[in-house]
């Protein structure tokens, strides 16, 4: 670090200018163009790939839920976007990426300070890469979810084009703002309301905020577990959750209890007293998600001898299918995803951490901690009017862009984007013919499964 004022940082003119002259090299209208179809890495074979690295019991269960429809299958293809998202012309204007920032990875949840906040969710793929490749896989997934829930197709477009704007608009309000004030930015729920202003929309926010706000740890244990001989245990329900305890899996009991360890360490001190109040007292396997189901995940119930217990999630972390691509990350899988979530969201869950286990011959598997269901809520994109999906998008757009703008600096994007909407429009052709290739991957996926190429079990 230089002292003393020896080196002036750039002004935030100069950084919206030096975005600005990245048109030069990457036009913005250049944004509007898809892979050719016939060009493109086989996105079966990406799938096939990834389901190497997974537990093979678990993944007939991640092709039945993709092969449910367009949009399931597109949450699923991350990997798929990824590797058609680096043919692609970039400005080069690098941020600290969400890696699958689709409709589905915005939700509410309960801050730090027990307020519901709108914000991203899923931090699974995040690392540092290009702006636009987070917007692309956003609007895209505007146009997925607008054909697959039967909309008009000019509704459609009408919300692909203010997803983007959402962003444009947020990214120039943000690039004004110092970097103090951009950290402390966030949109709560309540201001979500506010903002669409009353009738049937409002009224579905206020009954899905409500909902969000009683999906906390106490409805996870009423759900989740029961009393069995006087001892809370997690329900079976396999495959989906199964019990590890002494009958079912002892040779794993000492290694989550080192593995918890380890994942205290990664806490503050001040969060480690905090657990220390807490004893593990049951564990299950659990399967989540679209995309990340046969990666492994655990959830851990803890008592204190209180009323209150606590439940825990640990979940696999791998490499981000964006490393392919963008080069390796310095960190360990586990503290890849806890340090980028720091860095996006707005007011993050007080537990996150980070772990890993190594095995008797050396293999390292890293994976992430945090609590399970503390208010977490999600639109039903599915049942969303045109008017209520535009509105939506607009918001995760504007979403999208303060968590670019904490982790980064908005001002070379905002000098790069401009005021026009020229941006808006390309990405919106982007979208739509993405969502092309989506239904013809997804209809070449729905075939593999007809075929027995791939086995999927579509009931779980």
């Known amino acids: 670090m230089?002292?003393?004022?020896?080196?002036?940082?750039?002004?935030?003119?100069?950084?919206?200018?030096?975005?600005?002259?990245?048109?030069?090299?990457?036009?913005?209208?250049?944004?509007?163009?898809?892979?050719n179809r016939h060009e493109r890495q086989d996105p079966i074979g990406i799938l096939l790939a990834q389901d190497e690295q997974r537990l093979a019991e678990l993944v007939p269960i991640r092709h039945g839920r993709m092969s449910a429809n367009?949009?399931?299958?597109?949450?699923?293809?991350?990997?798929?976007?990824?590797?058609?998202?680096?043919?692609?012309?970039?400005?080069?204007?690098?941020?600290?990426?969400?890696?699958d920032a689709h409709?589905?990875?915005?939700?509410?949840?309960?801050?730090?300070?027990?307020?519901?906040?709108?914000?991203?969710?899923?931090?699974?793929?995040?690392?540092?890469?290009?702006?636009?490749?987070?917007?692309?896989?956003?609007?895209?997934?505007?146009?997925?979810?607008?054909?697959?829930?039967?909309?008009?197709?000019?509704?459609?477009?009408?919300?692909?084009?203010?997803?983007?704007?959402?962003?444009?608009?947020?990214?120039s309000e943000l690039s004004r703002m110092g970097p103090l004030a951009v950290h402390y930015r966030r949109l709560e729920v309540d201001d979500v309301e506010r903002m669409v202003g009353s009738g049937k929309q409002r009224r579905r926010i206020e009954k899905a905020s409500s909902k969000a706000a009683g999906r906390n740890h106490l409805r996870a244990l009423e759900k989740l577990t029961h009393v069995v001989d006087g001892r809370r245990v997690f329900v079976p329900d396999?495959?989906?959750?199964?019990?590890?305890?002494?009958?079912?899996?002892?040779?794993?009991?000492?290694?989550?209890?080192?593995?918890?360890?380890r994942y205290l360490d990664s806490l503050p001190v001040y969060r480690r007293r905090l657990l220390g109040r807490y004893s593990v007292v049951d564990l299950a396997r659990k399967v989540?998600?679209?995309?990340s189901i046969g990666t492994r995940c655990l959830i851990v119930l803890?008592?204190?001898?209180?009323?209150?217990?606590?439940?825990?999630?640990?979940?696999?972390a791998t490499a981000s299918v964006l490393e392919a691509h963008l080069g390796g990350s310095n960190l360990g899988p586990g503290q890849r995803v806890v340090v980028g979530q720091r860095l996006m969201q707005a007011m993050g869950d007080i537990l996150l951490g980070w772990s890993h286990h190594e095995s008797p011959s050396g293999a390292r598997r890293s994976f992430y901690v945090r609590q399970l269901w503390d208010g977490k809520g999600s639109a039903d994109v599915a049942r969303m009017s045109g008017k209520a999906l535009r509105r939506y998008a607009w918001f995760c757009g504007a979403t999208l862009a303060t968590a670019?703008?904490?982790?980064?600096?908005?001002?070379?994007?905002?000098?790069?984007?401009?005021?026009?909407?020229?941006?808006?429009?390309?990405?919106?052709?982007f979208a739509t013919a993405y969502a092309d290739l989506n239904a013809l991957d997804h209809a070449t996926h729905l075939r593999e499964i007809e075929n027995g190429?791939?086995?999927?079990?579509?009931d779980l």
């Not at 949450?75 to 690098?94: E, K, N, V, Y």
């Open 288 to 291: 989540v998600g679209v995309g």
């Open 453 to 458: 190429r791939i086995v999927a079990d579509r």
């Open 70 to 99: 367009p949009f399931s299958f597109y949450r699923g293809g991350a990997a798929i976007m990824a590797a058609d998202l680096a043919t692609m012309p970039t400005p080069d204007i690098r941020v600290q990426m969400c890696g």
């Open 2 to 35: 230089e002292l003393l004022g020896r080196s002036r940082p750039p002004t935030r003119k100069e950084r919206r200018k030096a975005g600005r002259e990245r048109r030069g090299d990457v036009p913005l209208d250049s944004h509007a163009v898809v892979p």
């Open 404 to 429: 670019h703008a904490r982790a980064g600096d908005a001002s070379p994007i905002a000098g790069y984007l401009g005021t026009k909407d020229t941006f808006d429009l390309a990405i919106t052709e």
């Open 238 to 261: 396999p495959p989906l959750v199964t019990r590890v305890d002494e009958r079912t899996a002892p040779e794993q009991i000492p290694m989550v209890l080192e593995f918890y360890a």
């Open 103 to 171: 409709l589905a990875n915005f939700c509410a949840y309960m801050s730090q300070d027990r307020r519901l906040v709108f914000y991203l969710n899923d931090f699974d793929e995040t690392h540092p890469g290009p702006f636009e490749w987070d917007v692309k896989r956003l609007a895209a997934s505007v146009s997925v979810a607008g054909r697959t829930s039967g909309l008009r197709d000019d509704k459609t477009e009408r919300a692909v084009r203010a997803s983007v704007a959402g962003y444009r608009d947020t990214i």
């Open 302 to 316: 803890l008592e204190s001898g209180d009323d209150e217990p606590l439940l825990l999630q640990i979940k696999e």
